[in-house]
C-alpha cells in the first residue's frame, strides 16, 4: 500500500508540475502569438518589389512600415551579416568566436555601448522610437516566418539594438581606432576578477610581426592583409565629385556617389528603395542591418561621402598617485575619483562557455583604454553619448531642396565624413563636415594629452558656418577623394576654402593621388554628358605613372652607365614602362610592373633595405621582376590574370579565395598609392598566385537631377548573399568592364523589370537555410 501511495504521489506530482509549466507557458505563447499577429498585419501594409537585379524597392503607407519592410529584405539577402555585426555591437562575439573576439568585446564594454544604447532609447523622440521598433520587428518577423534559418545567438532583437549597432560601426570600428590605440592594449586596463575575488591583469599579446621578412622577400607580397587592416592603415578611402549645370551637357546637376568600403564584414554595402506615402522615397545604400540608405538620392537631391579627419577624438593621460584612494587621479590642484565597475563576458571554449569577470574604469573623460609607461589613457569621442546620427539622416533623406538639407546638417550629430551634394535645382555644395570640439589651440592636440590640466577640457563645438565648405564654385565643379578641403576645385581657384582661416587641429589631411587624377578628370572636360559622366566613375588612368616612371628611368640610365650588364637584366621592363601611355586595362603587362613596384618602393621595409643602394628604385624593380618569374614563370603577366575579383563568405574569413574558382579579371587597382579613379585593392590570398579584391570601389552610383531622377549604380558583387541565387556574382561582370546597371526609381520603372512582387513573410520558402559557413 506505502509502494502504491508513493506511486501515486510521484503521478501527482508530474501532473502538477506539467499544470505549472503550462500556466507558465500560456502568457507568453499567448505574447508571442500577439506580436506574431502584431507584425502580420504590418506586413500586409508593405510591398516588397524585386527588380530584375534584385534590388528591393519597399512601398508602404508610412516611414516605419517601409523599413520594416527594408530590414525584412535586408535579412532575405544577407541575414549572416546583420546577425553577426549586431552580436558584436552587443559585445558579445566571444560567445561565438571564443577569445580571438575577447578584446574587442572589452573594448565594447569599456565603451559602455549596450549600457548607453539602452539608457538612450526611452528618451528618443517617438519618430526615432518608431524607426528602432520597425527594425527589430522585420528582423523579428524574418526569423518567425523563416524558422529554417538558425540564429548563432539573437533570437530576438529589441529596438534598443539598433542604436547599439550605430555607435558600434560608427565608433567603435572607425573613429576609436583613430586615437592610435589598438584593441589588444584593452587588456593593460582592465583586470579578471576570479571566483575567489582575486583581481589579475590581463596577458597581453605579443605585437612582435613576425610575417615581414628582413629582406625584400614577401615585401610586396601583400597590398594589405586584409581589407580591415587596409582600412585602417587609411589606404582605403572613397571619391565623390558633383558638377553644377554650368559644367552639365544638359544643365543638370550631377553626382557620383563611389564610396570605397571593404568588401566584406560590417562595412559592405547593400542596396535598397524606401517609398512612403508620407512623401519619403530614397534610394541608395547602406550597411546591412541599418534601416535605410545612409547615402543616395531622393526626388529632389542627393549626396554622398568620403572619410575625412577631422580632430573627433582625444586621449588623456591620467594621474592616478594616490596609493590610499587608488580610484583618485589628480585634476588641477585638487583630485577626482574615477568610476570602477565590472562587467562579465562569455567565451566559447571547447568545453562551452565559459563566465569570465572584468573591472574596469572611466574617469569623467572617459573610459581607461590602455595604460602605457605607467600612464592610465582614457578616452572621448565627439558626440559619442549624444547619438543623434539616425536622425539627423532620416532629416537628409526626407530633405526635398537645399535650405532643409544644409539644416539637417547642422545637427552635426553625423560626427564625421567629407559631404557632397547635388540637388534639382542645379546647386551642388561640398562640406568637411565633422562634430569638431572647439579646443585651447596652445595644446598639441595630434598627441595625447595632460589629463590633470583643466585646460584640456573641450569648449563646446564648432558650428558647420565654422567648417571649411563651398557652394555653387565658379568651375562648376568640386571634388573630395579624402583628401585636403582646401582643393575642393580647381587648385587656382579662389572659391576654395582658405587654410589660414580654420584652426589647425581641425584638418590634417593633405593632398593625394586620387584627389589630384579627379581634379584633372573634372577640369579638363567643358561639359559632361551623362554617359560621360558614368565613364569617368570607372577611369583608370594612373597619374603617379606620369613622374614616377622618368624618375626610375633616370636612375636606370645611370646604372646602365655605370653597369650595363646589370642594366641588361631590367632593359625590357623598363622599356614596357617607357612606351605604357598610363592607362590600366585588364591586359596590361607595364600596370602589374608598375603598382608592384611603386606600391613596394613605399614600403618601409623596402625603403630600410635600399638605403645605402645607390639604385634603390632599380633594386625594387629587380625584386618585383624576379617575384613575378618565381610565380609566373615570367615578369609578363598582365594586370587582369593577377588582379581578380571573387565573391567569398561575406565574412571575408570562413572561407579562403581560391585560384581554382571562378573570377573575374580587374583593371582597377589601388588609388593610394598609384592614383587612379577605379580603387580595388587586391592583397595575396594565401597559397595563391592571383591577388583578389577586398575593398575599393563597392556602391558605385551616378545621378543626374531634373524633373525626374535619372539614376545608374552598381555592387561590386551582387545584391544577395547566397550562392545559390542568380544574384551573388551577377553583377561582378558589369563591375569588371567598368559598367553600371539601371537604378530604377520611379515605380512604372519598377513595374516594368520587375522579377518579384510580395509582401514580408509570402516569401518564406524560397529563403534557404544557412550554416555556419553561410550555406
Given at each position: 500500500?506505502?509502494?502504491?501511495?508513493?506511486?501515486?504521489?510521484?503521478?501527482?506530482?508530474?501532473?502538477?508540475?506539467?499544470?505549472?509549466?503550462?500556466?507558465?507557458?500560456?502568457?507568453?505563447?499567448?505574447?508571442?502569438?500577439?506580436?506574431?499577429?502584431?507584425?502580420?498585419?504590418?506586413?500586409?501594409?508593405?510591398?516588397?518589389?524585386?527588380?530584375?537585379?534584385?534590388?528591393?524597392?519597399?512601398?508602404?503607407?508610412?516611414?516605419?512600415?517601409?523599413?520594416?519592410?527594408?530590414?525584412?529584405?535586408?535579412?532575405?539577402?544577407?541575414?549572416?551579416?546583420?546577425?553577426?555585426?549586431?552580436?558584436?555591437?552587443?559585445?558579445?562575439?566571444?560567445?561565438?568566436?571564443?577569445?580571438?573576439?575577447?578584446?574587442?568585446?572589452?573594448?565594447?564594454?569599456?565603451?559602455?555601448?549596450?549600457?548607453?544604447?539602452?539608457?538612450?532609447?526611452?528618451?528618443?523622440?517617438?519618430?526615432?522610437?518608431?524607426?528602432?521598433?520597425?527594425?527589430?520587428?522585420?528582423?523579428?518577423?524574418?526569423?518567425?516566418?523563416?524558422?529554417?534559418?538558425?540564429?548563432?545567438?539573437?533570437?530576438?532583437?529589441?529596438?534598443?539594438?539598433?542604436?547599439?549597432?550605430?555607435?558600434?560601426?560608427?565608433?567603435?570600428?572607425?573613429?576609436?581606432?583613430?586615437?592610435?590605440?589598438?584593441?589588444?592594449?584593452?587588456?593593460?586596463?582592465?583586470?579578471?576578477?576570479?571566483?575567489?575575488?582575486?583581481?589579475?591583469?590581463?596577458?597581453?599579446?605579443?605585437?612582435?610581426?613576425?610575417?615581414?621578412?628582413?629582406?625584400?622577400?614577401?615585401?610586396?607580397?601583400?597590398?594589405?592583409?586584409?581589407?580591415?587592416?587596409?582600412?585602417?592603415?587609411?589606404?582605403?578611402?572613397?571619391?565623390?565629385?558633383?558638377?553644377?549645370?554650368?559644367?552639365?551637357?544638359?544643365?543638370?546637376?550631377?553626382?557620383?556617389?563611389?564610396?570605397?568600403?571593404?568588401?566584406?564584414?560590417?562595412?559592405?554595402?547593400?542596396?535598397?528603395?524606401?517609398?512612403?506615402?508620407?512623401?519619403?522615397?530614397?534610394?541608395?545604400?547602406?550597411?546591412?542591418?541599418?534601416?535605410?540608405?545612409?547615402?543616395?538620392?531622393?526626388?529632389?537631391?542627393?549626396?554622398?561621402?568620403?572619410?575625412?579627419?577631422?580632430?573627433?577624438?582625444?586621449?588623456?593621460?591620467?594621474?592616478?598617485?594616490?596609493?590610499?584612494?587608488?580610484?583618485?587621479?589628480?585634476?588641477?590642484?585638487?583630485?577626482?575619483?574615477?568610476?570602477?565597475?565590472?562587467?562579465?563576458?562569455?567565451?566559447?571554449?571547447?568545453?562551452?562557455?565559459?563566465?569570465?569577470?572584468?573591472?574596469?574604469?572611466?574617469?569623467?573623460?572617459?573610459?581607461?583604454?590602455?595604460?602605457?609607461?605607467?600612464?592610465?589613457?582614457?578616452?572621448?569621442?565627439?558626440?559619442?553619448?549624444?547619438?543623434?546620427?539616425?536622425?539627423?539622416?532620416?532629416?537628409?533623406?526626407?530633405?526635398?531642396?537645399?535650405?532643409?538639407?544644409?539644416?539637417?546638417?547642422?545637427?552635426?550629430?553625423?560626427?564625421?565624413?567629407?559631404?557632397?551634394?547635388?540637388?534639382?535645382?542645379?546647386?551642388?555644395?561640398?562640406?568637411?563636415?565633422?562634430?569638431?570640439?572647439?579646443r585651447d589651440p596652445k595644446y598639441d592636440w595630434s598627441k595625447f594629452v595632460d589629463g590633470s590640466d583643466p585646460g584640456t577640457?573641450?569648449?563646446?563645438?564648432?558650428?558647420?558656418?565654422?567648417?571649411?565648405?563651398?557652394?555653387?564654385?565658379?568651375?562648376?565643379?568640386?571634388?573630395?577623394?579624402?583628401?585636403?578641403?582646401?582643393?575642393?576645385?580647381?587648385?587656382?581657384?579662389?572659391?576654395?576654402?582658405?587654410?589660414?582661416?580654420?584652426?589647425?587641429?581641425?584638418?590634417?589631411?593633405?593632398?593625394?593621388?586620387?584627389?589630384?587624377?579627379?581634379?584633372?578628370?573634372?577640369?579638363?572636360?567643358?561639359?559632361?554628358?551623362?554617359?560621360?559622366?558614368?565613364?569617368?566613375?570607372?577611369?583608370?588612368?594612373?597619374?603617379?605613372?606620369?613622374?614616377?616612371?622618368?624618375?626610375?628611368?633616370?636612375?636606370?640610365?645611370?646604372?646602365?652607365?655605370?653597369?650595363?650588364?646589370?642594366?641588361?637584366?631590367?632593359?625590357?621592363?623598363?622599356?614596357?614602362?617607357?612606351?605604357?601611355?598610363?592607362?590600366?586595362?585588364?591586359?596590361?603587362?607595364?600596370?602589374?610592373?608598375?603598382?608592384?613596384?611603386?606600391?613596394?618602393?613605399?614600403?618601409?621595409?623596402?625603403?630600410?633595405?635600399?638605403?645605402?643602394?645607390?639604385?634603390?628604385?632599380?633594386?625594387?624593380?629587380?625584386?618585383?621582376?624576379?617575384?613575378?618569374?618565381?610565380?609566373?614563370?615570367?615578369?609578363?603577366?598582365?594586370?587582369?590574370?593577377?588582379?581578380?575579383?571573387?565573391?567569398?563568405?561575406?565574412?571575408?574569413?570562413?572561407?579562403?579565395?581560391?585560384?581554382?574558382?571562378?573570377?573575374?579579371?580587374?583593371?582597377?587597382?589601388?588609388?593610394?598609392?598609384?592614383?587612379?579613379?577605379?580603387?580595388?585593392?587586391?592583397?595575396?590570398?594565401?597559397?595563391?598566385?592571383?591577388?583578389?579584391?577586398?575593398?575599393?570601389?563597392?556602391?558605385?552610383?551616378?545621378?543626374?537631377?531634373?524633373?525626374?531622377?535619372?539614376?545608374?549604380?552598381?555592387?561590386?558583387?551582387?545584391?544577395?548573399?547566397?550562392?545559390?541565387?542568380?544574384?551573388?556574382?551577377?553583377?561582378?561582370?558589369?563591375?569588371?568592364?567598368?559598367?553600371?546597371?539601371?537604378?530604377?526609381?520611379?515605380?512604372?520603372?519598377?513595374?516594368?523589370?520587375?522579377?518579384?512582387?510580395?509582401?514580408?513573410?509570402?516569401?518564406?520558402?524560397?529563403?534557404?537555410?544557412?550554416?555556419?559557413?553561410?550555406?
Amino acid at each position: 500500500m506505502k509502494t502504491i501511495r508513493l506511486v501515486r504521489m510521484s503521478v501527482l506530482a508530474v501532473l502538477m508540475l506539467i499544470v505549472a509549466l503550462q500556466t507558465d507557458l500560456l502568457p507568453r505563447t499567448h505574447a508571442k502569438d500577439a506580436q506574431l499577429n502584431r507584425l502580420q498585419k504590418i506586413a500586409q501594409t508593405v510591398t516588397i518589389y524585386r527588380d530584375n537585379w534584385g534590388v528591393p524597392h519597399v512601398y508602404g503607407p508610412t516611414d516605419a512600415s517601409v523599413i520594416f519592410g527594408f530590414i525584412y529584405a535586408q535579412a532575405e539577402d544577407n541575414f549572416w551579416q546583420i546577425e553577426d555585426s549586431y552580436l558584436q555591437a552587443l559585445g558579445r562575439a566571444s560567445e561565438v568566436y571564443g577569445d580571438k573576439s575577447l578584446d574587442a568585446d572589452l573594448v565594447n564594454r569599456a565603451l559602455e555601448i549596450v549600457k548607453i544604447s539602452q539608457a538612450e532609447y526611452p528618451k528618443l523622440s517617438k519618430q526615432m522610437k518608431d524607426i528602432c521598433q520597425a527594425t527589430a520587428d522585420g528582423l523579428n518577423y524574418f526569423l518567425a516566418k523563416n524558422p529554417q534559418i538558425k540564429p548563432r545567438l539573437i533570437s530576438q532583437f529589441e529596438p534598443w539594438h539598433l542604436l547599439a549597432f550605430g555607435r558600434f560601426a560608427q565608433y567603435q570600428l572607425f573613429i576609436y581606432r583613430r586615437a592610435g590605440i589598438r584593441d589588444n592594449e584593452i587588456r593593460s586596463a582592465v583586470q579578471e576578477v576570479k571566483a575567489n575575488g582575486v583581481s589579475y591583469n590581463l596577458a597581453t599579446p605579443n605585437e612582435t610581426r613576425t610575417d615581414v621578412a628582413q629582406n625584400l622577400d614577401g615585401q610586396f607580397a601583400d597590398f594589405q592583409s586584409s581589407a580591415e587592416e587596409a582600412w585602417n592603415a587609411g589606404q582605403v578611402g572613397s571619391n565623390t565629385w558633383a558638377i553644377s549645370a554650368k559644367k552639365s551637357a544638359s544643365g543638370r546637376a550631377m553626382l557620383l556617389i563611389n564610396p570605397h568600403q571593404p568588401f566584406f564584414g560590417p562595412g559592405q554595402w547593400i542596396e535598397g528603395h524606401v517609398h512612403s506615402a508620407s512623401g519619403w522615397n530614397m534610394s541608395g545604400a547602406t550597411f546591412p542591418g541599418s534601416p535605410f540608405p545612409s547615402l543616395g538620392h531622393n526626388d529632389f537631391l542627393g549626396w554622398s561621402h568620403t572619410v575625412n579627419v577631422p580632430d573627433i577624438i582625444d586621449v588623456w593621460e591620467e594621474k592616478f598617485d594616490d596609493p590610499a584612494q587608488p580610484l583618485n587621479y589628480k585634476y588641477g590642484a585638487g583630485q577626482r575619483t574615477a568610476t570602477e565597475w565590472t562587467d562579465t563576458i562569455k567565451v566559447k571554449t571547447d568545453k562551452g562557455l565559459e563566465t569570465r569577470t572584468f573591472k574596469l574604469r572611466k574617469t569623467h573623460h572617459g573610459p581607461i583604454v590602455a595604460v602605457r609607461d605607467g600612464k592610465q589613457l582614457s578616452l572621448r569621442m565627439a558626440k559619442f553619448e549624444s547619438f543623434g546620427v539616425m536622425e539627423q539622416r532620416y532629416l537628409m533623406g526626407k530633405a526635398r531642396n537645399f535650405k532643409e538639407f544644409k539644416a539637417a546638417m547642422a545637427h552635426l550629430d553625423v560626427p564625421m565624413f567629407n559631404t557632397m551634394y547635388a540637388d534639382r535645382d542645379g546647386n551642388i555644395w561640398y562640406l568637411y563636415n565633422g562634430a569638431v570640439p572647439k579646443r585651447d589651440p596652445k595644446y598639441d592636440w595630434s598627441k595625447f594629452v595632460d589629463g590633470s590640466d583643466p585646460g584640456t577640457e573641450w569648449q563646446g563645438y564648432h558650428t558647420l558656418d565654422e567648417l571649411p565648405q563651398i557652394f555653387n564654385p565658379g568651375t562648376g565643379w568640386a571634388q573630395n577623394c579624402n583628401a585636403t578641403p582646401f582643393l575642393a576645385t580647381a587648385e587656382n581657384s579662389t572659391d576654395n576654402p582658405a587654410a589660414d582661416k580654420f584652426p589647425k587641429y581641425m584638418v590634417t589631411e593633405k593632398d593625394n593621388a586620387r584627389s589630384r587624377v579627379s581634379r584633372r578628370l573634372l577640369g579638363e572636360k567643358d561639359r559632361f554628358t551623362f554617359e560621360d559622366w558614368a565613364a569617368a566613375a570607372f577611369d583608370t588612368r594612373v597619374i603617379e605613372a606620369e613622374t614616377q616612371i622618368p624618375l626610375l628611368v633616370a636612375e636606370w640610365e645611370k646604372l646602365k652607365s655605370a653597369d650595363a650588364a646589370r642594366a641588361e637584366k631590367s632593359a625590357e621592363a623598363i622599356a614596357a614602362l617607357k612606351s605604357w601611355n598610363g592607362v590600366s586595362t585588364v591586359d596590361s603587362v607595364p600596370m602589374t610592373v608598375f603598382t608592384l613596384w611603386f606600391y613596394t618602393s613605399l614600403q618601409p621595409q623596402a625603403q630600410t633595405m635600399t638605403k645605402n643602394n645607390p639604385y634603390p628604385k632599380v633594386a625594387v624593380l629587380e625584386y618585383v621582376l624576379g617575384d613575378l618569374a618565381k610565380s609566373w614563370g615570367g615578369w609578363k603577366v598582365a594586370w587582369g590574370e593577377l588582379n581578380r575579383i571573387q565573391r567569398v563568405h561575406t565574412s571575408g574569413s570562413l572561407e579562403p579565395f581560391n585560384d581554382q574558382k571562378a573570377s573575374l579579371p580587374v583593371a582597377g587597382g589601388p588609388g593610394d598609392p598609384i592614383g587612379i579613379v577605379f580603387n580595388f585593392y587586391s592583397p595575396v590570398a594565401k597559397g595563391q598566385k592571383r591577388r583578389y579584391g577586398t575593398a575599393g570601389h563597392s556602391f558605385v552610383s551616378v545621378v543626374e537631377f531634373g524633373p525626374q531622377v535619372q539614376a545608374r549604380s552598381l555592387l561590386q558583387f551582387g545584391q544577395r548573399h547566397d550562392p545559390e541565387s542568380k544574384h551573388y556574382f551577377d553583377q561582378a561582370a558589369l563591375y569588371a568592364k567598368g559598367q553600371f546597371k539601371p537604378a530604377w526609381f520611379t515605380l512604372a520603372e519598377i513595374k516594368a523589370n520587375l522579377a518579384a512582387s510580395y509582401r514580408p513573410g509570402e516569401k518564406a520558402a524560397e529563403t534557404r537555410a544557412m550554416s555556419a559557413a553561410g550555406k
